[in-house]
């Protein structure tokens, strides 16, 4: 096989900084020679792929050795690039790497692009688009289920959806095309009716995949959490609580929080970013406490979950619903009602104000979950976790049945495109367009989908998508 590329690129695959080791990949027809130029054991050209050696590396001009290495060889095409690869594990120290880094370039290695060796298999055939790009999340994920997201689309199961996807339309084109060659006959060929339920078909599942991509969305990128309620109600303490650490400012002053803190924690491999925010009164005492109560508002319609936190011993549950209604009034967010310093009531207490909240929610806020606890006690805060699990998943994580998750932007922009184009055939059936004008939209529809996996690309795509990666990857 004649080798796609001919010069060959070497990079530092590692993060930079001090390490114990430090892994500098080549990748191209010159991998193994350039390599086994600066290798002082043994003729590396010689070597099977798929093989480790020990030894040192020289630098040929002066004889002296820069460092001590571990050289794995990989033969074209049983690589990641599908090129010859070789990976010298090295001291992990940026002086060794800048040496062994040097040599290499010497010897006529180039300093690859950012995601240039992801870019390499991809246009060898090793990885498909959507594939390629889901090297990038993998190695960005830093929650489970992100990680089971990007390692599910590295494997191909996003591809091979979208690849049953375009079969399918393929199908319908093909149909299409039969009307076309038959029209003037006036045969009965492609029924309608069998079209339209191809179509409608087909329209289901692009518009699933789109809904997935809210959920990608939330995997990626966490979901946002808003933790409002009047001053003293315990927003600190219960950030402080959930993020198991210090740093919010907790004060027995009112109003004293005026600042955003930001955190985030894992639930059950779902990423919560929790904001607290000023206390929410009606007359605030002073100006910065109007401005911090302004700018609540606003938090709380960007959040795609407001905890709203009331001090239990200090209001009723219609004050509580009265606050949270219009805290929300216009918007639809899942509100999850937390009532705090349980530490304080008695069981009995407790009891009369879930019962009394019970009676007291009606039309959109019934079936409103409440939780009761003591963050300052540390207590009832598994059950909160819980309470939040549930409310997400019951209206952000709604419609998962599909084993596959849009999470990129430009893979749901695609979507929406492949959407419109077959919104317009359908519009076209519906009216009796023309068969060539169908066949049109279809192929643009077509052509939408094949973008996700890079069937049809064009280089300035590819350059956008690759150059996001890091260098070495
Ligand atoms: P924020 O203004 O809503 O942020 O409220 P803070 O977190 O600053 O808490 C206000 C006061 O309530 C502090 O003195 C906390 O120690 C206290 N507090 C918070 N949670 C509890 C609790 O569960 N029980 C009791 N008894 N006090 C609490």
Sequence with gaps: ?????????????????????????????????????????????????????????????????????????????????????????????????????????????????????????????????????????????????????????????????????????????????????????????????????????????????????????????????????????????????????????????????????EDEISIDGLRFRFVDTAGLRDNPADEVEAIGVRRTRQRVRQAALLLYLFDLTEMSPPEVLAEIQELTAGLALPVLAVGNKTDLATPAALAAFAAGFRAATAGPAAGMPLVLLAAGQNHGLPELQTALLAQVRGSVLENTASATIVTSVRHARALEVAAAHLAAVQAGLDTGRGTELLAADLRHALAALGEITGEISSEDLLTSIFTQFCIGK
């Design 1 to 261: 096989m004649t080798p796609l590329f001919s010069d060959t690129i070497a990079a530092l695959s590692t993060p930079l900084g001090a390490g114990a080791l430090a892994v500098v990949r080549l990748s191209g027809p010159a991998a193994v020679e350039i390599t086994s130029g600066i290798f002082s054991k043994k003729n590396l050209a010689n070597q099977p792929g798929h093989t480790l050696h020990y030894g040192a590396l020289r630098d040929p001009a002066t004889g002296e050795i820069v460092d001590e290495v571990v050289v794995a060889l990989y033969r074209a095409p049983r690589s990641f690039t599908r090129e010859d690869t070789v990976e010298i594990s090295c001291h992990g120290s940026d002086y060794v790497v800048r040496q062994v880094l040097a040599l290499l370039l010497r010897q006529g290695a180039r300093l690859a692009e950012a995601g240039e060796f992801t870019k390499r298999a991809f246009l060898s055939g090793a990885l498909d688009l959507a594939q390629a790009e889901a090297v990038a999340d993998l190695i960005a994920a830093d929650s489970a289920l992100s990680h089971r997201v990007a390692l599910n689309q590295l494997r191909g199961g996003f591809s091979q959806e979208l690849r049953d996807l375009r079969g399918r339309l393929v199908a319908f084109a093909a149909l299409l095309e039969l009307e076309l060659d038959f029209g003037e006959e006036d045969v009965e060929f492609a029924d309608r009716t069998g079209l339209a339920r191809l179509l409608a078909d087909v329209r289901g599942v692009v518009a699933g995949l789109l809904r997935s991509f809210e959920l990608g969305n939330v995997i990626k990128n966490g979901i946002t959490a808003v933790i409002a309620g009047r001053p003293n109600a315990g927003k600190s303490t219960l950030l402080n609580a959930l993020l198991r650490e210090e740093r919010a400012i907790v004060s027995a002053i009112p109003g004293t929080t005026r600042d955003f803190i």
